[in-house]
Nanobody, 126 residues
Framework: QVQLVESGGDSVQSGGSLRLSCAGS????????MGWFRQASGKEREGVAS???????KYADSVKGRFTISRDNVKNTLHLQMNNLQPEDTAMYYC????????????????????WGQGNQVTVSL
């Protein structure tokens, strides 16, 4: 089983950038589809981006062109580069892993992920 720990959350002004990281331990992330999710106060958790074992990617419409998900299987790390951040991006961000044999699987539904990090707060102010 993989354990996940996020880092990189912070408070920034609108238009700023942040890079979230998610370090895996206990297992190699190469055997998992990986994803980033976020949950704003009073809202449901939503999928932000996912990356398959083959490193293909999928994004929520709200972040396309601004966020980039990437993975480094050698360093066992997942990243989310977030540019042009807006106040509506304010949320707790979680990384997640889904064990799969499929190289191209790109789930963005939280229910399909079995392993989660503890979350990292991102706050964007005007």
């Amino acid at each position: 089983q993989v354990q996940l720990v996020e880092s990189g959350g912070d408070s920034v002004q609108s238009g700023g950038s942040l890079r979230l990281s998610c370090a895996g331990s206990g297992d190699t992330i190469s055997g998992y589809s990986m994803g980033w999710f976020r949950q704003a106060s009073g809202k449901e958790r939503e999928g932000v981006a996912s990356i398959s074992r083959a490193s293909t990617t999928k994004y929520a419409d709200s972040v396309k062109g601004r966020f980039t998900i990437s993975r480094d299987n050698v360093k066992n790390t997942l990243h989310l580069q977030m540019n042009n951040l807006q106040p509506e991006d304010t949320a707790m961000y979680y990384c997640a892993a889904a064990s799969t044999r499929l190289l191209g699987w790109l789930p963005l539904s939280a229910g399909l992920y079995g392993y989660w990090g503890q979350g990292n707060q991102v706050t964007v102010s005007l």
